[in-house]
């Protein structure tokens, strides 16, 4: 890479296992971009200072990782609308002595289930379990496509209710505890962290409608129990591994006003997993 080329990076904690690399370097590859990504990692109680340096070195922005995208949030000078929404920052740009902060999480999930997966979301009803840090991101983008209803459903309802009554304004949205649902949905999207410890969220068989979409954040090589038990109950399931490309491909517009081709970089990615 010459010397000209921009600096860019993902903070996080551990970091070492972090696709975002190889993802943005497919991206500077396929739009003969001059930019370097690199794998930065903080002290826990350093992301401040790191940004700081990293700023100081050059660099024009980063993507930010577990455990500080609070933090990113609350450093950021400047917000985007969906970055204030979700109350989370993924992505920091460098702006002229100026830190601005987006969020492209929930766009990538947006994206990934109705671009790519061709499942639409406007009249219909999405079910997205969990209300921690991963659900609160993608509230504002899901209710962008005007779906009939979202119902945020969590282990501890009132965390659901307290998510819900944040975007009462943006849309038809309800909250829910898992024993409750009834209903069946055409999308149900688990963003709970329960399939790192290959926990289920309980939720009633009957939540799966008649060609529903059954989304997992998470991603594998196998399928999360959580799609593994969608599948039981006849449901089409998807990983979040393209959702994972489709907010590094959002971030890389941000950065670089152009957006790359995802579907090469989805598909050499699945076949490295
Ligand atoms: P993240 O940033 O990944 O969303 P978080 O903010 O800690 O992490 O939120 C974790 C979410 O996963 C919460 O909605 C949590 O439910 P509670 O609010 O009841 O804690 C949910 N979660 C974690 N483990 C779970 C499990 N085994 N079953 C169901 N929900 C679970």
Same mark, same amino acid.
């Given at each position: 890479?010459?010397?000209?080329? +921009?600096?860019?990076?993902?903070?996080? @904690?551990?970091?070492?296992?972090?696709?975002?690399?190889?993802?943005?370097?497919?991206?500077?590859?396929? /739009?003969?971009?001059?930019?370097?990504?690199?794998?930065? #990692?903080?002290? !826990?109680?350093?992301?401040? *200072?790191?940004?700081?340096?990293?700023?100081?070195?050059?660099?024009?922005?980063?993507?930010? /990782?577990?455990?500080?995208?609070?933090?990113?949030?609350?450093?950021?000078?400047? !917000?985007?609308?969906?970055?204030?929404?979700?109350?989370?920052? @993924?992505?920091?740009?460098?702006?002229? =002595?100026?830190?601005?902060?987006? @969020?492209? +999480?929930?766009?990538?999930?947006?994206?990934?289930?109705?671009?790519?997966?061709?499942?639409?979301?406007?009249?219909?009803?999405?079910?997205?379990?969990?209300? =921690?840090?991963?659900?609160?991101?993608?509230? #504002?983008?899901?209710?962008?496509?005007? %779906?009939?209803?979202?119902?945020?459903? @969590?282990?501890?309802?009132?965390?659901?209710?307290?998510?819900?009554?944040?975007?009462?304004?943006?849309?038809?949205?309800?909250?829910?505890?898992?024993?409750? !649902?009834?209903?069946?949905?055409?999308?149900?999207?688990?963003?709970? *962290?329960?399939?790192?410890?290959?926990?289920? %969220?309980?939720? %009633?068989?009957?939540?799966?409608?008649?060609?529903? !979409?059954?989304?997992?954040?998470?991603?594998?090589?196998?399928?999360?129990?959580?799609?593994?038990?969608?599948?039981?109950?006849?449901?089409?399931?998807?990983?979040?591994?393209?959702?994972?490309?489709?907010?590094?491909?959002?971030?890389?517009?941000?950065?670089?006003?152009?957006? %790359? +081709?995802?579907?090469?970089?989805?598909?050499?990615?699945?076949?490295?997993?």
């Amino acid at each position: 890479m010459s010397a000209a080329a +921009d600096r860019y990076g993902v903070i996080g @904690n551990p970091v070492a296992h972090s696709k975002s690399p190889d993802i943005h370097a497919a991206f500077a590859r396929q /739009t003969e971009q001059a930019l370097t990504y690199e794998r930065l #990692l903080a002290p !826990l109680d350093g992301f401040a *200072s790191t940004v700081r340096t990293l700023i100081e070195q050059g660099f024009k922005g980063a993507n930010v /990782t577990v455990p500080f995208k609070l933090e990113a949030f609350a450093l950021a000078g400047m !917000l985007s609308e969906r970055a204030e929404a979700a109350g989370a920052v @993924n992505t920091l740009k460098f702006q002229g =002595g100026a830190i601005v902060g987006d @969020n492209t +999480d929930g766009i990538g999930l947006v994206t990934d289930i109705v671009v790519n997966a061709g499942v639409p979301m406007r009249g219909k009803r999405i079910l997205l379990l969990g209300a =921690g840090g991963a659900a609160r991101g993608v509230v #504002l983008p899901i209710l962008a496509h005007a %779906p009939e209803q979202l119902v945020i459903a @969590n282990r501890t309802e009132s965390k659901a209710v307290e998510l819900a009554a944040r975007f009462a304004g943006k849309g038809t949205v309800a909250a829910s505890d898992f024993r409750s !649902l009834q209903c069946a949905f055409d999308v149900v999207i688990n963003a709970t *962290s329960a399939s790192l410890s290959a926990d289920l %969220p309980p939720v %009633p068989p009957a939540v799966f409608g008649e060609g529903c !979409l059954a989304y997992d954040m998470m991603y594998g090589p196998a399928p999360t129990v959580f799609m593994a038990f969608a599948q039981q109950h006849g449901a089409a399931t998807r990983d979040g591994l393209g959702m994972l490309v489709e907010q590094a491909a959002e971030s890389f517009q941000c950065w670089r006003g152009m957006r %790359p +081709d995802t579907r090469t970089v989805y598909a050499g990615l699945r076949a490295k997993l």
